[in-house]
């Protein structure tokens, strides 16, 4: 007969955390394996991750970044969205066991929705994925799925799934 797992919202969190982390890394690497476009349009020149670093600097700070700066900003930004959402997650699937069902499929179409189609589009990040070409569109939310997958991966072997 096997024990159930006490709830946890630390391990939870941890793992989940560490679960968008590692998810975050392989999105990047998935990213860095696709074709960019050879002509993107003037909105699409910096990524999103890179505007919202330089409005986050403008809105809290007062100031512009630099391309040096945006170099570092960028990534800070896309590594620490995917860890605080896989943290969520982690802390989600603690008290809602359903929710990990898939292997993280689900999560990661989830963050793809929220995030790329809905979010970063409405707050002037990127343009609306209506858009942007299907093929990139499909690479995107093969990275989402990716990510979702990895971050699952983690948490379940660090903490099970119950």
Not at 70 to 90: D, E, Q
């Amino acid at each position: 007969m096997r024990l159930k797992r006490r709830r946890n919202l630390w391990k939870g969190f941890l793992a989940g955390a560490l679960g968008g982390f590692a998810g975050s890394f392989a999105m990047s690497q998935v990213h860095a394996l696709l074709p960019k476009p050879e002509t993107a349009p003037p909105a699409q020149k910096e990524d999103s991750t890179v505007k919202a670093a330089s409005a986050l600097s403008q809105g809290i700070f007062g100031c512009e970044l630099t391309a040096q700066q945006k170099k570092i900003a960028g990534p800070v930004v896309h590594y620490s969205f995917g860890t605080g959402v896989g943290a969520i997650y982690g802390i989600a699937v603690e008290f809602a066991k359903p929710g990990c069902t898939g292997w993280g499929i689900p999560f990661g179409a989830a963050v793809w929705l929220g995030a790329h189609v809905i979010a970063v589009p409405a707050l002037g990040f990127s343009e609306p994925v209506m858009q942007s070409a299907p093929l990139m569109e499909a690479a995107e939310f093969s990275a989402h799925l990716v990510y979702g997958t990895i971050a699952e991966s983690l948490r379940y072997v660090l903490v099970g799934r119950g």
